[in-house]
C-alpha cells in the first residue's frame, strides 16, 4: 500500500524524534506543520510558528533534515517553509516563503572555507564559484541607522553601489565590541554581490588569513597565495587588530593591498582600534589608509538600541512589551550582540515554557547573560569629578566662557561622557553647555591626540577614571 504524503512527513518526524531528545523535539520539531508535497518538482512545503524557528532549524538541524528527508522522500528533495508571523495589534498575519539550504553543486574554494590548507588550487576552480563568505542574514535592511553608525553606514552603502569608484578607498572602520562592525562589512559585501553578481567579492577574517599564508608559506605556495587574493575585486577583512605580532602577514598583505589599490579595487577593513593605534601597522600602510576614509562606529545609543529591538521583533514576529524593550535598551551595555542575544534567550524560553514574554523573564534572562552595570555614570557624576579634580565651579563649565582651563574642563568631560555613557554627542552637548555634536566630536578628538603625547596628562585624566571606580563601590 502507497503511503500517503502526511504519512511519509509523519515518518520523517519519527526518524526525527529517534535521533533528539525529548525537548529538543517538542521545541523545534512538534510545531511544524506538514501542508504538501509536489512530486512533479519534489518540493516538500511545511510551516513553522515563526522565522525564529525556520532560523534555528537551518541553522542547528540542516543535516539531520537533509538525511531523513533523503531517506523518506528520496534523494535531491527541496525543502520549503512557510513562516506564518503575526504582526501590529490586530493579530494580522503575514506569511512568507523560503527554501531550506540544499547541498550546493559547486562548493567554495576549499582553502577560504576552511583555512586549512593554501590556496594553491583556487585559480584552477571556476572563478564564478568563489563563496564570498558573507553572512546572508547581516544587510543593509536590518542595521538600523543611528546617530553612531550614520557616517559608516552611509559610506558603506555608497561602496556597495559602487566598489572602487568612490573616493572611500580603502575604508577603514574601527569601533569597540558588539557596535557593528562585522555587520556592516557584511552588509556592504552582500549589496554589492546583488547588484554585481559578477564581481569577485570575498568577507575573510584576520585570523582566517594568518592561517592560510601561515600554510602557504610551509607547503612553499606564497605565490599562489597572493596571486589568488590579487584577483579579488572587493576585499574585506574583519578584525585587523590580531595581526599585532605577526610581521611577515602584513608584508604580505601589503603587496595583496598595493596591487589591489592600484587598479582600482575596493578594500575594507575592520578593527576595534584606529591606525594610528595600530602599532605594527608600517608607515606606508598608514599613508595608504589616510587617503580613503577611516570612521568610527560609536556604541549604540538607547535610542538606537530600542530602535534595533523593535526591528528585530517585527523581523521574528516577536511580542514584547515597551517597557521591557526600553528596560533591555537600558541596561545592555551598548553591545548589538549582547542585543540580540537577549532576545533570542527570551524567545527560546517563551517557546519551550510556553509562556509570554514579561519584565519578570527579561531580568532573569540579563542577569545570566550579561554583566550589568548597577550604578552607570551620570553626566552629573562626570562633571562633578572633573570640576573637583580641577577644582572648577560646574558653573563655569557649563557656561559660554572661552578661558583656556575652563575650555579644557569642559573638553575633558565630553570625552568621559562619550566614553562612559551610551549617549550621543548631541546629547552629552545639550547637556554640557547648550553645545551642538560637532563641538563633541572635536573635543574628544582633542583629548584623545593629547592622551597619546603627554602622558601627565594621561596620568591626570587617568586619576579622574579611577575616581569613577572608587565611588561604584
Known sequence: MVKSQSALWDECLRLIQANVTEQQYKTWFAPIVFESYSEQEHTLMVQVP????????????????RKVLARVFGENVILRYRIITVVGDNNKNTVQEVEGEVPAEIEAPEAVRR???????????????L?????????????????????????????????????????????????????????????????????????????LFQVQFTDASRQNTVNDFINFYQTIDLLIVDDVQEWATAEKTVSTFFHIFDHLFRLGKQIILASDRPPVDLKWLHERMLTRFSCGLIAELEKPTVQLCIDILNSKCRRDGLKIPANVIQYIAETINGSVRDLEGVVNSLMAYSIVYNSNIDMRLAERIIQRAVKIDNHPLTIDDILEKVCKHFNVAQHLIISKSRRRDYVQVRQISMYLAQKYTKMSAARIGQLIGNRDHSTVIHSCNTIEQRLKIDKGFSEEVSCIERSFRLKKK
Open 50 to 65: 515563526s522565522p525564529y524557528v525556520y532560523e534555528y532549524l537551518e541553522q542547528y538541524y540542516v543535516g539531520l533534515l
Open 131 to 207: 563563496n564570498p563568505q558573507l553572512d546572508p542574514k547581516k544587510t543593509f535592511q536590518n542595521f538600523i541607522e543611528g546617530d553612531s553608525n550614520k557616517l559608516p553606514r552611509t559610506v558603506g552603502l555608497s561602496i556597495a553601489e559602487h566598489p572602487g569608484k568612490t573616493t572611500f578607498n580603502p575604508f577603514f572602520i574601527y569601533g569597540p565590541s558588539g557596535c557593528g562592525k562585522t555587520h556592516l562589512i557584511n552588509a556592504i559585501g552582500v549589496r554589492c554581490k546583488e547588484m554585481y553578481p559578477e564581481k569577485r567579492v570575498l568577507y575573510v577574517s584576520a585570523r
Open 115 to 129: 583555512g586549512n590548507q593554501s590556496p594553491t588550487t583556487l585559480d584552477a576552480a571556476v572563478p564564478q564559484g
